[in-house]
Every structure is written in structure tokens, then in C-alpha cells.
């Protein structure tokens, strides 16, 4: 079973998007930005699901730290749908996907496959 975490600071999203990850097949891991670093250096994960709810500057720390920490992990960044069509920020994610529930399985899915 592939483990997710996800990373946010609206906690209400995190536990609708867990649930979704999970029907798909996962394990979750849901937490903060303060909590990420800790929980990358004590878990192995698959992916982190970075939440359209961190900063910009909270999004690069915790992908860096992510790639850094654990050798094949995958960064999801989540982009709100006012960003669609924009270029989004960089923040060495592996792949951006919009909120929608649809396209974020689709996403998540084609990560943990690869």
C-alpha cells in the first residue's frame, strides 16, 4: 500500500482530500508544514501532496527537503483553480495538478504507478 502525505494548513481539506487518497488505496499521513520535516525524516512515503494553502516559500522547503530525505519520493503540487492555466510557481515539484477530485486521482495515480 503506497503512503501519502499530505501536507496543508486548512485541515478541513486534508481530511476530505485523505479520504480520497485513501478510496484509491492509500495510506495518508496528514500534517502541517512544521510537522512535515519530521514526519519525511521518521516515515518512508511515496508522495507529498502539497496543498494549495502553503506559501510559495513552505512548498519549496518541504519539496526540497522531500527529495533530499528519500530517494524515488514524488511532490505533488496542488494548484487552486483561480492558478489554472498559469504558469505555477516553481517549487521542484514532479508534477502540478489542480484540485479537482477527478484530475487529482488521475494524478496521484499516475505518480504512485511510475
Not at 487552486?80 to 492555466?85: M, V
Amino acid at each position: 500500500m503506497p503512503t501519502i502525505l499530505a501536507v496543508g494548513r486548512d485541515e478541513q481539506l486534508l481530511i476530505t482530500r485523505s479520504a480520497i487518497f485513501r478510496n484509491i488505496g492509500a495510506e495518508v499521513v496528514e500534517t502541517n508544514s512544521t510537522e512535515a520535516a519530521k514526519i519525511l525524516k521518521a516515515k518512508r512515503v511515496d508522495l507529498v501532496v502539497l496543498c494549495h494553502t502553503l506559501t510559495a516559500k513552505e512548498m519549496v522547503e518541504i519539496a526540497s527537503l522531500a527529495h533530499q530525505q528519500q530517494a524515488g519520493i514524488r511532490v505533488l503540487q496542488l494548484i487552486s483553480a483561480r492558478r489554472e492555466g498559469r504558469e505555477p510557481e516553481y517549487v521542484d515539484a514532479d508534477a502540478v495538478a489542480p484540485v479537482r477530485p477527478q484530475a487529482l486521482v488521475a494524478m496521484v495515480s499516475q505518480l504512485l504507478t511510475h
